[in-house]
């Protein structure tokens, strides 16, 4: 009578591991399946970081290009400002312009690069031009009392899709509860 209890909690126990062990194959397939859309095609040769997409009147906009294969020849536009340089990496800072009201200026980077193609005794050069271009949005300058500046309290948004990582968790959060319950029930069984 014992053996056959013993083998049937025993088969319980294999089952519910089984279910357990399902639960987290299903969570780490949902951590490497929730991708974002874009990553489905291949990046466009280089890569655009701004430090602060809203800024205030007069403010420095900084932001740094960065290129995937070939150096290239960057030209950046920003409110009539233009920067320009040469390589993999590409710094530039401009002055974002005095508005009244809150308006979006557009940040327009580009990036030429030449690509050798052939080989042998004929080599062809074919160039590629890339153009990324970002919102900045720029704000009025506010002052308060004797003209001290203020800073304003909007933040970009500079996080990822976090739906893989909300997906993982609860499943692992399920994970646990089912391991609780699994334990508090053996307790109960064994007692």
Known sequence: ?????????????????????????????????????AEAYPQQGFTVHVVAQTV??????????????????????FAGQTDAGTGKTFRMRFTAPTVHRPTTVPLRVSCVSANPSGGGTSVAV???????????????????????ATSGSALPNTGGPDVGLLAGGGALVLGGGAAIALGVRRRRVSA
Not at 21 to 31: D, K, R
């Open 1 to 37: 009578m014992m053996q056959a209890e013993s083998d049937n909690l025993r088969g319980v126990w294999m089952k519910k591991l089984a279910a357990m062990i399902g639960v987290f194959a299903l969570a780490a397939f949902g951590l490497v399946a929730t991708g974002t859309a």
């Open 56 to 77: 205030h009147s007069g403010a420095v906009v900084s932001a740094y290009a960065r290129s995937f294969n070939e150096p290239c020849a960057w030209t950046a536009r």
């Open 126 to 148: 074919r160039t590629q031009t890339f153009t990324k271009t970002i919102d900045i949005r720029v704000l009025p300058r506010e002052t308060h009392g004797a003209g001290h």
